[in-house]
């Protein structure tokens, strides 16, 4: 379970990649993978928001993970 | 509509825009360049850097174009986003719209330009002499 | 605010204006472009004649500049109206402002646009295939 | 007096000046131009708006005409 970090989120984690597939639990919904998140690096709490894309495309916390999606973290835009 | 023209880019050429939109059947056309402002709350800029998820971001600027030409009526649609480090006044952003009559294309180029802000994954770190810093990471 | 630049002029090209909006402090260009459209009232256009009272019609320009310098915090202002014949799809005017955020060159440009409009000598013979017609002269 | 027609003024006189020095009575004021554009010619009643500039600036029906002035006749303006 391959998970994209960009922006402040790579920064955080100190990678554009994480690879979850090694965990015990894998995060298995979106709400669970910033559950992860911000419990493992907790600058994550911090941001001004956080949100998950799934297979390029934004997810509620109900959204299932399954092996194969394209996740990936957005923390705050702050494009044009 | 023809079909929106949606870029992420290394280069933003403002002078290209015009040709891109202009449409036989439009009296307007309404076109906003984003550039880098010199100074953030009295702090000199020295670069923005630019980094952005380019396959959603691509889908997102498509979903604000498709919403826009259903809001106004529209003839053309240009949304395009620079990416990489850009300095003081280089163009990050273009968007704009043509339609027949005024209202439509300025309208829709405030909404493309707002929501762009608001839902592309695009991220800008101001880098400033001493520090950089992640715009709107933190509250 | 720089001086505004205020013209009348054979020919528009549509490709100078960002240079001449482009600022250090500004963050934000937005620009209008009105062209010949090929319909009026589902009439066929052949060509838009312009005409106008070039020594006055500069003097309203610079006074709508100065106008829209006094509302908002303006940088920069362009406002250019071209004469002669203009075919379909030409360009026959622009204006455009830049400022260190987009909502004072939105309104700004918006506003110099509707109020050349209502104000500036300048005046547009539409011409069809059968007849010719002063736009806005009658009721 | 030489008064400049500009747009559809200037169809309607047939003309892209006209010298009013020659008139018994030259108009002294905006609004006496007016009333001798619409007596002359009856086109000119049919607009949706008159104006006058005098040198080169809008100008209310009282204001004096001066020999020297610069008059134009400002029909309904249509640029954009």
Redesign the interface.
């Given at each position: 379970m391959e998970v994209?970090l960009?922006?402040?989120a790579k920064?955080i984690v100190g990678s554009a990649q994480m690879d979850l597939s090694e965990l015990k639990h894998p995060p298995s919904s979106v709400g669970e993978l910033k559950g992860f998140l911000c419990g493992s690096f907790p600058e994550f709490g911090?941001?001004?928001s956080l949100a998950v894309?799934v297979n390029?495309?934004y997810a509620q916390d109900a959204v299932a993970l399954k092996t194969g999606d394209e996740i990936?973290i957005?923390?705050?835009?702050?494009?044009? | 509509m023809e079909k929106p023209i949606i870029e992420i880019v290394d280069m933003i050429d403002t002078s290209q825009v015009y040709g891109e939109l202009s449409h036989a059947s439009s009296g307007g056309i309404c076109v906003f360049v984003g550039s880098v402002r010199e100074f953030t709350n009295n702090e000199e800029v020295v670069s923005l850097e630019f980094e952005t998820y380019a396959k959603m971001a691509i889908k997102e600027m498509e979903k604000i174009a498709m919403e826009a030409s259903n809001k106004w009526a529209l003839h053309k649609i240009v949304v395009r986003h620079a990416v990489g480090v850009k300095n003081v006044q280089e163009p990050v952003v273009v968007v704009g719209a043509s339609s027949a009559h005024r209202d439509d294309c300025f309208e829709a180029c405030r909404f493309l330009i707002d929501t762009l802000k608001q839902k592309v994954p695009i991220w800008k770190k101001e880098v400033f002499k001493n520090k950089s810093v992640w715009v709107s990471a933190h509250p």
């Amino acid at each position: 379970m391959e998970v994209l970090l960009f922006g402040i989120a790579k920064d955080i984690v100190g990678s554009a990649q994480m690879d979850l597939s090694e965990l015990k639990h894998p995060p298995s919904s979106v709400g669970e993978l910033k559950g992860f998140l911000c419990g493992s690096f907790p600058e994550f709490g911090k941001l001004t928001s956080l949100a998950v894309a799934v297979n390029s495309e934004y997810a509620q916390d109900a959204v299932a993970l399954k092996t194969g999606d394209e996740i990936a973290i957005i923390p705050p835009v702050s494009g044009g | 509509m023809e079909k929106p023209i949606i870029e992420i880019v290394d280069m933003i050429d403002t002078s290209q825009v015009y040709g891109e939109l202009s449409h036989a059947s439009s009296g307007g056309i309404c076109v906003f360049v984003g550039s880098v402002r010199e100074f953030t709350n009295n702090e000199e800029v020295v670069s923005l850097e630019f980094e952005t998820y380019a396959k959603m971001a691509i889908k997102e600027m498509e979903k604000i174009a498709m919403e826009a030409s259903n809001k106004w009526a529209l003839h053309k649609i240009v949304v395009r986003h620079a990416v990489g480090v850009k300095n003081v006044q280089e163009p990050v952003v273009v968007v704009g719209a043509s339609s027949a009559h005024r209202d439509d294309c300025f309208e829709a180029c405030r909404f493309l330009i707002d929501t762009l802000k608001q839902k592309v994954p695009i991220w800008k770190k101001e880098v400033f002499k001493n520090k950089s810093v992640w715009v709107s990471a933190h509250p």
